[in-house]
């Protein structure tokens, strides 16, 4: 018999995982930072991708949800980082 829970949070720790790989600087050298947040935005972005359409059946979630919920954070991440123009005095 398969343990629904623990399949469940596994796919729900994958998930965030690779949330906060994106958002947070982790890994202890450059490289592995730059290696953990690729990863994470390619699991996140590709439309194809059998993994996280495996995880998001375990949690009953469309996988277009969770790659628009992923484009909106990353937008938001985006204007919040670009400079506002400020008006000449």
């Known amino acids: 018999m398969v343990d629904q829970t623990a399949y469940y949070k596994l796919a729900l720790s994958v998930l965030l995982r690779a949330v906060k790989d994106v958002q947070e600087v982790g890994g202890t050298t450059p490289m592995q930072q730059s290696y953990f947040r690729s990863t994470a935005r390619a699991f996140l972005s590709d439309r194809t991708n059998a993994s996280l359409i495996l995880w998001c059946a375990w ?11 992923y484009a909106s954070i990353l937008t938001r991440a985006r204007s ?8 000449d005095d």
């Open 80 to 87: 919040e980082a670009t400079p506002k123009a400020q008006p």
């Open 59 to 69: 949690l009953k979630m469309d996988p277009m949800s969770v790659q628009e919920a």
